[in-house]
Structures are given as C-alpha cells and as structure tokens.
C-alpha cells in the first residue's frame, strides 16, 4: 500500500470549511484538482467525480461513499478499471484547533496489483493536485469566514 497525506491550517471553523467542502455544484469555481462531483454524499452511494491533474488529461471516477461524517470526515473509495487492479480510498478530515482555525488533512491511501509502478508514475502530480486543493479551500473558506464576520 502507497499513501498521500496532505495538511494546510485554515482559518476559518469547521463548519464552514465543510460547508465549501460539501457543496459540490460550486468545485468548478473554486477547485482546481477535482473539479466535478456528482451525487449526494450518503454512505453507500455513487459519485461522479473528475479529476484533472495539472499539466494531465482529466479523468473521470465513481467511487462509492465509505464515510460521512459532519464537520469531521468525508471519504470515498475508488478503483482504476477494476477493483483490485489500482484503488484508491480518498479521505477529507476536519479538525479544530480552536473556534477560527482548522486543520484539513486530505489524502489517499493506495492498493491494488499495480500501486507499485502506477504509484511512481502519478505521485508528484497527484501531491500537487492535493496541495492545489487545499490552498484553494483554504482561500474559499476564509472569503466565506471574511463574508459572515462583516
């Protein structure tokens, strides 16, 4: 298993960080990494997601909900072709360090019959996307925190 872990200090609270995070219609806008979700975010369903990997043809996923947890927790898990050939279990986690700063960890875990060479292959552009993200919800998510505070 391969893993990618991310984690950028935002400062704005939990609840709104989640409340951009959730809000998928508005990904186009903001987000430069997954730039499409599709789905409503219940355990046990599927969403349509795109994600376009800078410099890197964008690709399409319908990974299944593993994890919805208000405020705390949204995961999803996903796979290349087939199961067991390349998967990927894709996680948001929201911590507070106190009422006007969180912590956003996002990262992936990876598995499957070809982690090995694919994981080479897709590592860096995969980090920067994670990172692209992250700076980006970090600047949604503070304009939204910006916006209520006025």
């Given at each position: 298993?391969?893993?990618?872990?991310?984690?950028?200090?935002?400062?704005?609270?939990?609840?709104?960080?989640?409340?951009v995070l959730?809000?998928?219609?508005?990904?186009?806008?903001?987000?430069?990494f997954?730039?499409?979700?599709?789905?409503?975010?219940?355990?046990?369903?599927?969403?349509s997601?795109?994600?376009?990997?800078k410099?890197?043809?964008?690709?399409?996923?319908?990974?299944?909900?593993?994890?919805?947890?208000?405020?705390?927790?949204?995961?999803?898990?996903?796979?290349?072709?087939?199961?067991?050939i390349?998967?990927?279990?894709?996680?948001?986690?929201?911590?507070?360090?106190?009422?006007?700063?969180?912590?956003?960890?996002?990262?992936?875990?990876?598995s499957?019959?070809?982690?090995?060479?694919?994981?080479?292959?897709?590592?860096?552009?995969?980090?920067?996307?994670?990172?692209?993200m992250?700076?980006?919800?970090?600047?949604?998510?503070?304009?939204?925190?910006?916006?209520?505070?006025?």
């Amino acid at each position: 298993m391969k893993s990618i872990n991310t984690e950028i200090n935002i400062n704005a609270p939990v609840e709104i960080i989640w409340d951009v995070l959730m809000d998928f219609s508005s990904y186009r806008d903001w987000n430069p990494f997954i730039t499409r979700i599709e789905g409503t975010p219940v355990v046990g369903n599927k969403l349509s997601t795109t994600i376009s990997p800078k410099g890197k043809k964008p690709m399409d996923f319908t990974p299944t909900v593993l994890v919805n947890s208000q405020n705390e927790e949204f995961r999803w898990a996903g796979h290349l072709l087939m199961k067991g050939i390349f998967d990927g279990e894709h996680y948001f986690k929201l911590e507070s360090i106190d009422e006007n700063t969180t912590r956003f960890i996002h990262g992936e875990n990876f598995s499957g019959l070809f982690v090995g060479p694919l994981f080479g292959m897709l590592e860096e552009s995969t980090i920067k996307g994670f990172e692209d993200m992250n700076k980006a919800l970090k600047v949604q998510a503070e304009k939204q925190t910006q916006l209520q505070s006025d």
